[in-house]
């Protein structure tokens, strides 16, 4: 069993910048690889980035590229999401999730999801 616990979410104005942290527990964090998602209301949950489990490859939604970094710390068992430049199109709750297998290609092949953990940029 894999916990996962997110935190660092917050209000900010736009063009601000934001750190979001997800705490794992139980299984060895550094042999999965971990994604971010987002959902805003009315809207399906949506891929943000994926890191693999040596932290040596990232991938980015074409929406937040250039602007977000993922990254992780497996001595702390942690993954970051650096936000910069926020938008209000950033607006939503931002969910961590594990990939167990290294195999997930759609929000349903990861394995463990943390609660959220909400973000605002007000314009």
């Known amino acids: 069993q894999v916990q996962l616990v997110e935190s660092g979410g917050g209000l900010v104005q736009a063009g601000g910048s934001l750190r979001l942290s997800c705490a794992a527990s139980g299984r060895t964090f550094s042999s999965y690889a971990m994604g971010w998602f987002r959902q805003a209301p009315g809207k399906e949950r949506a891929f943000v980035a994926r890191?693999?489990?040596?932290?040596?490859?990232?991938y980015y939604a074409d929406s937040v590229k250039g602007r977000f970094t993922i990254s992780r710390d497996n001595a702390k068992n942690t993954v970051y999401l650096q936000m910069n430049s926020l938008k209000p199109e950033d607006t939503a709750v931002y969910y961590c999730a594990a990939d167990v297998n290294q195999i997930a290609t759609r929000p349903n092949e990861y394995n463990y999801w943390g609660q959220g953990t909400q973000v605002n940029v007000s314009s």
């Open positions: 890191i693999n489990w040596s932290g040596g490859r990232t």
